[in-house]
């Protein structure tokens, strides 16, 4: 906003330039709807065929000004796309380094079961047991 506002700060020092009370928003406003207006009779032209147009400087630059706002967009979308692209490859790379830890982390616990003398399970398995064994004897 804060280009629109210096746009309306340079409009308001010309001496054709008579609203005072013209800000950025209200330039931004303008500037879209003149795009939007040209787009308009730009696509009306094109479904008239046969029909001579008459071009004037003021088609010529909103014509200009048309392809130049939608190359910035293009640009924008692209880059956009490559801040995703690269969000999502740092996001797989830490859940690929996540992964691999906890299967360290799998296998180390697995040998320190072995080298306790615990068998596939641990504490968790031998507490199944001992309730199951429970559940046996009060039947």
């Known amino acids: 906003m804060d280009v629109w506002d210096s746009v309306a700060r340079n409009l308001a020092t010309m001496g054709e330039f008579d609203r005072p009370q013209f800000d950025g928003k209200k330039a931004q406003a303008r500037f879209l709807i003149l795009l939007r207006d040209h787009r308009e009779s ?4 094109q479904r008239a065929s046969g029909a001579a147009e008459n071009v ?10 048309c392809n130049q706002v939608g190359e910035a967009k293009r640009e924008e979308n692209n880059c956009l796309t490559q801040e995703y692209e690269e ?10 380094v996540r992964e691999e830890a906890m299967k360290s982390q799998r296998k180390r616990m697995m040998k320190d079961e072995d080298d306790s003398g615990g068998g596939y399970g641990g504490k968790m398995l031998k507490q199944r047991c001992l309730e199951i064994g429970k559940l046996i004897f009060e039947k």
Do not use: Y
């Not at 969000?87 to 690929?96: H, L, Y």
């Open 42 to 45: 730009n696509n009306a032209s």
């Open 56 to 65: 004037t400087e003021k088609i010529i630059l909103l014509h200009d000004i």
């Open 87 to 96: 969000a999502s490859k740092v996001e797989e790379n830490g859940a690929f």
